[in-house]
């Protein structure tokens, strides 16, 4: 198996697996029977993908983009945007939406 392969290759290299995640329920299987620790929610290229679900979450801080009394301004508008965190590009049709 997949998993097997895994673990061996990476003990060959002194690099032992030690926390998983995956969305594959057959993988899953594998990891609780051999009481090995995975993670339901985990943080992907600084986005959360949570494996149950197979949904990736985003975690924008909207107090970045708090105007409060100052005036709105394209510079204001362009900081907003640039304060997402979203190396993947998968938020960018819905940030100027």
Same mark, same amino acid.
């Given at each position: 198996?997949?998993?097997?392969?895994?673990?061996?290759?990476?003990?060959?290299?002194?690099?032992?697996?030690?926390? =998983?995640? @995956? +969305?594959?329920?057959? #993988?899953? !299987?594998?990891?609780? &029977?051999?009481?090995?620790?995975?993670?339901?929610?985990?943080?992907?290229?600084?986005?959360? =993908?949570? @494996? +149950?679900?197979?949904? #990736?979450? !985003?975690?924008?801080? &909207?107090?970045?983009?708090?105007?409060?009394?100052?005036?709105?301004?394209?510079?204001?508008?362009?900081?907003?945007?640039?304060?997402?965190?979203?190396?993947?590009?998968?938020?960018?049709?819905?940030?100027?939406?």
């Amino acid at each position: 198996m997949l998993y097997h392969k895994i673990k061996d290759l990476m003990t060959l290299m002194k690099l032992p697996m030690e926390k =998983w995640a @995956t +969305n594959a329920l057959k #993988l899953k !299987n594998v990891l609780q &029977t051999n009481k090995e620790f995975h993670k339901s929610v985990t943080t992907v290229l600084g986005i959360d =993908w949570d @494996t +149950n679900d197979d949904t #990736l979450v !985003n975690a924008f801080k &909207t107090s970045f983009c708090d105007a409060g009394d100052k005036p709105l301004t394209k510079r204001w508008l362009l900081r907003c945007i640039a304060s997402c965190y979203d190396p993947l590009g998968l938020f960018s049709p819905f940030m100027i939406a």
